[in-house]
Structure formats: structure tokens, C-alpha cells
């Protein structure tokens, strides 16, 4: 066995170095960045440590569902799954098993935890998945305007990104000057 010192054995150092060597791995070309998928995640780990309001983690935590799920969503069309009514049990399935270990875990579901009534990081998972959708549809909107094509490189990954990150900047502000409690 080897001996680590007390900080490395953490499971957040795990979390942190799986991500990044999960990051260092080329893979195929995706319908959503891997990379930023994984930074994603990694960022997720890094909030718990860095004391970041469950609000904003959720909406990460948000955004990466959906993002999971429209890859699921691909593999499925690449599996030749036909029932349409598949997809969104599928979807639903994967939400599932993402909130219920945070339930067990007690990360989600302590009562002084909650904003407008609701646990504070399943509020922000809601908002990251719609931020996110409402970004994919504006992609694709000015997508289309633009004779299908892309105004700049990576739209398709900054769109999202940014949606998530103004929101959780504007959270974090509103949580600063006490408006959010």
C-alpha cells in the first residue's frame, strides 16, 4: 500500500486528477465538446472545496445534464433506436440517477438549504438546464440566419458557456448584496 500524505488522500485530489487525465485523452468528435464536458465536471468537484453557493453549482450541474443527455440522445440515433418515446424516459432516467445519490448523500434535501422553497441546488440544476437549452436554441437560430454557418469558432461551445457563466455571475452578485439568501 502506498502512504499518502493527508491531502492526497482526499477524494476530492482523486476527482481532480481523474478529471484532468480524463481531459488529456483525445476522443471522436462529439454533437457537445468532451473537453468542456469534463472541465465541467471538474468544476463541479472544485465548488464544494472552493465553498461555492449550491445555487451556481447547480446550474453547472444543470448544464451538464443536458449536455449528457443530447449525447445519449446521439448514441441512441447512432444505435438505431426507434421508439421516440424512448428519449425523454431516457432523459428522465439520467436525472434521475444524477439527483437521487445527492439526495441519499444528503447534499440535496436539508431543509434550511432551500431558495423559494426548493433545494437550492435543484433550483440551480433547473436554471443551468433551461440557460443551457435557451443557448442551443439561440445557436441554432442565428445558426440559420447565417446560412448555416457559425459566426465564429467554437460558437457552439461559447454560447452555452457563457449563458451558464453570466447566470452564475449574476447569482453570485445577487447573493452578494444579500438579495438571494
Not at 82 to 95: G, N, Q, S, V
Not at 158 to 174: D, E, F, K, R, T
Request: charged share 10%.
Amino acid at each position: 500500500m502506498i502512504i499518502l500524505p493527508m491531502k492526497l488522500r482526499s477524494s476530492k485530489f482523486y476527482a481532480i486528477a481523474i478529471a484532468g487525465i480524463i481531459a488529456l485523452v483525445p476522443t471522436a468528435v462529439s454533437a457537445f465538446c468532451p473537453v468542456c464536458t469534463v472541465a465541467v465536471a471538474a468544476g463541479l468537484g472544485l465548488s464544494r472545496y472552493f465553498k461555492i453557493d449550491d445555487l451556481i453549482t447547480g446550474m453547472w450541474i444543470g448544464a451538464l445534464m443536458v449536455s449528457l443527455t443530447f449525447w445519449m440522445f446521439n448514441w441512441m440515433k447512432s444505435k438505431k433506436v426507434e421508439p421516440r418515446y424512448i428519449y425523454p424516459l431516457a432523459a428522465l432516467a439520467l436525472y434521475f440517477i444524477t439527483i437521487l445519490p445527492l439526495y441519499y448523500t444528503g447534499i440535496i434535501g436539508h431543509p434550511k438549504n432551500t431558495f423559494l422553497g426548493i433545494d437550492r441546488l435543484l433550483d440551480g440544476m433547473i436554471a443551468g438546464s433551461v440557460l443551457f437549452v435557451l443557448a442551443l436554441v439561440n445557436y441554432n437560430t442565428l445558426k440559420r440566419k447565417n446560412h448555416n454557418h457559425s459566426y465564429f469558432p467554437f460558437q457552439k461551445i461559447a454560447m452555452p458557456v457563457g449563458y451558464i457563466l453570466i447566470g452564475s455571475l449574476l447569482i453570485h452578485g445577487l447573493i452578494q448584496i444579500k438579495v438571494i439568501k
